[in-house]
């Protein structure tokens, strides 16, 4: 599954959205590009058809922005992807108890987003993704999971990029990730002319700032600072039940 399809959305970014300026509306359509494709996923996982499941999207974020909902939340609601993910749920039922009446937003464009959110581009990606027996529930939340993974590990080695340390950091990347490096340290420490104990402790120096990385990726987006460890706690449990 695409890491980087997941918006890893943070509460200051839900609030910008709600307004009426023109960051407002960039914003909001970051918000809908991001979770256009994780919420087709997930009703493609749950059983619906590739029209079906393109119908519901759409007919989820014309009623969720014709209401206007962003504005109403709070942090203290929880996690903001499970509350979407809640609310599509909802939204799927009441369409059901209408008998397809779908609420497609009187057929208007609500947002410019017709090349982000391509149906047949999402068919494609979706047909890429590996048959699972696990739950919508869980891919959904682990395609969370590996998006925040992504940002933190982007981040770091945008930082060893400006240290020109890129190609030592991406021989070792795979360490970070806890994969054999390819050819052994012995072998690429020859390669990048240095020792192999230099090299391990570098793994070790970029493993502890990717850790870093990752807690300043949940702080953006938990509210409080006492609720970091309980999500790192969660998403590291989400990943620990990923099938090998």
Request: aromatic share 8%; net charge neutral.
């Given at each position: 599954?695409?890491?980087t399809?997941?918006?890893?959305?943070?509460w200051?970014?839900?609030?910008?959205a709600?307004?009426s300026s023109?960051?407002?509306?960039?914003?909001?359509?970051?918000?809908?590009c991001?979770?256009?494709?994780?919420?087709y996923?997930?009703l493609?996982?749950?059983?619906h058809?590739?029209?079906?499941?393109?119908?519901?999207?759409?007919?989820?974020f014309a009623?969720?922005?014709?209401?206007n909902d962003?504005?109403?939340?709070e942090?203290?609601?929880?996690?903001?992807?499970?509350?979407?993910l809640?609310?599509l749920?909802h939204?799927?039922?009441?369409?059901?108890?209408?008998?397809g009446a779908l609420?497609?937003?009187?057929?208007?464009?609500?947002l410019?987003?017709?090349s982000?959110?391509?149906p047949?581009?999402a068919?494609?990606?979706y047909?890429?993704e590996?048959?699972?027996?696990?739950?919508p529930?869980?891919?959904?939340?682990?395609r969370?999971a590996?998006?925040?993974?992504?940002?933190?590990?982007?981040?770091?080695r945008?930082?060893e990029v400006?240290?020109?340390?890129?190609?030592?950091f991406?021989?070792?990347?795979p360490?970070?990730?806890g994969?054999?490096v390819?050819?052994?340290?012995a072998?690429?420490?020859?390669?990048?002319?240095?020792?192999e104990?230099?090299l391990?402790?570098?793994v070790?120096?970029?493993?502890?700032?990717y850790?870093?990385a990752?807690?300043d990726e949940?702080?953006?987006?938990?509210?409080?600072?006492?609720?970091?460890?309980?999500?790192?706690?969660h998403?590291?449990l989400?990943?620990?039940?990923?099938?090998?």
């Amino acid at each position: 599954m695409g890491a980087t399809d997941f918006l890893t959305t943070r509460w200051t970014e839900i609030r910008t959205a709600a307004g009426s300026s023109p960051e407002a509306r960039a914003a909001l359509e970051r918000f809908c590009c991001g979770y256009w494709y994780p919420l087709y996923a997930f009703l493609r996982r749950d059983g619906h058809d590739a029209d079906g499941s393109t119908d519901l999207v759409q007919g989820f974020f014309a009623v969720f922005l014709a209401r206007n909902d962003l504005a109403g939340l709070e942090p203290g609601r929880g996690r903001f992807r499970s509350y979407l993910l809640g609310a599509l749920k909802h939204h799927v039922m009441n369409e059901r108890r209408r008998a397809g009446a779908l609420a497609r937003g009187g057929g208007e464009r609500i947002l410019s987003l017709d090349s982000a959110l391509d149906p047949r581009d999402a068919e494609a990606r979706y047909a890429q993704e590996p048959a699972t027996s696990e739950t919508p529930e869980t891919l959904y939340e682990r395609r969370f999971a590996h998006a925040l993974l992504a940002a933190a590990l982007e981040r770091l080695r945008l930082d060893e990029v400006r240290s020109g340390r890129e190609r030592e950091f991406e021989a070792l990347r795979p360490a970070l990730a806890g994969d054999a490096v390819e050819g052994g340290y012995a072998r690429l420490a020859e390669e990048l002319g240095t020792t192999e104990g230099a090299l391990k402790t570098a793994v070790h120096r970029l493993r502890k700032r990717y850790r870093g990385a990752l807690v300043d990726e949940v702080a953006r987006l938990v509210d409080r600072p006492q609720d970091v460890e309980d999500e790192l706690r969660h998403l590291l449990l989400v990943l620990s039940d990923s099938p090998r």
